[in-house]
């Protein structure tokens, strides 16, 4: 697990930045376009860092389609949601992730939409993310929601070996496909 972890890590860094400017344009076109993404009036997203498929562009669609936005926050134990209305003052978290000051926890109701970041994924819908289990760990906790992980398309595989403990995706969505469905 961890070498193909490290190995999709290592190509999804060595993209060409003109190249995921516009797997990242694709990504956010069959993002949005997805009847259910229309729908949702809460989404769950994380804010990407520099090497993950851009969620900023996608955040910001849903401020201006009047959707409420919450973004993780990461203690040393575990993770929670926070509502944020702007991007603007946030603080790097000590994983170097932005996030809200705020304590203010929020768990998803079962119609809301779930976007989470990932290393490597299969057509299955299994996931690695990134080691820690953080999403694992609170997705068990919560309600049902429709889950879609972001990723460019070479990080999506045929087969990954899963734990009982992975959560699965609903659906992938790359810059050339969308696994799962609606």
């Known amino acids: 697990m961890d070498d193909i972890r490290k190995d999709m890590l290592s190509l999804r860094k060595a993209m060409d930045s003109e190249a995921r400017i516009k797997a990242d344009k694709?990504?956010?076109e069959n993002l949005t376009g997805l009847e259910a993404v229309k729908k949702a009036k809460r989404v769950f997203t994380y804010i990407s860092t520099k090497y993950e498929a851009d969620t900023v562009s996608f955040i910001n669609w849903c401020f201006k389609e009047g959707k409420e936005v919450f973004v993780p926050v990461t203690l040393k134990e575990r993770m929670y949601f926070s509502k944020i209305e702007t991007l603007d003052g946030l603080k790097k978290s000590k994983?170097?992730?932005?996030?809200?000051?705020s304590t203010a926890e929020e768990m998803?109701?079962?119609?809301?939409l779930f976007i989470i970041?990932?290393?490597?994924?299969d057509v299955y819908?299994?996931?690695y993310g990134y080691g820690a289990g953080y999403y694992d760990k609170f997705l068990?906790?919560?309600k049902p929601v429709l889950k879609i992980a972001l990723c460019y398309d070479f990080q999506l595989v045929e087969k990954i070996a899963t734990e009982e403990h992975d959560i699965d995706m609903?659906?992938?969505?790359?810059d050339k496909r969308i696994v799962g469905g609606e």
């Open 140 to 142: 068990s906790n919560c």
């Open 125 to 127: 819908g299994h996931r």
């Open 117 to 121: 970041p990932g290393s490597v994924f």
């Open 26 to 28: 694709a990504i956010f």
């Open 95 to 101: 994983m170097g992730i932005p996030e809200p000051e």
């Open 108 to 112: 998803p109701f079962e119609n809301d």
């Open 170 to 174: 609903d659906m992938i969505i790359t």
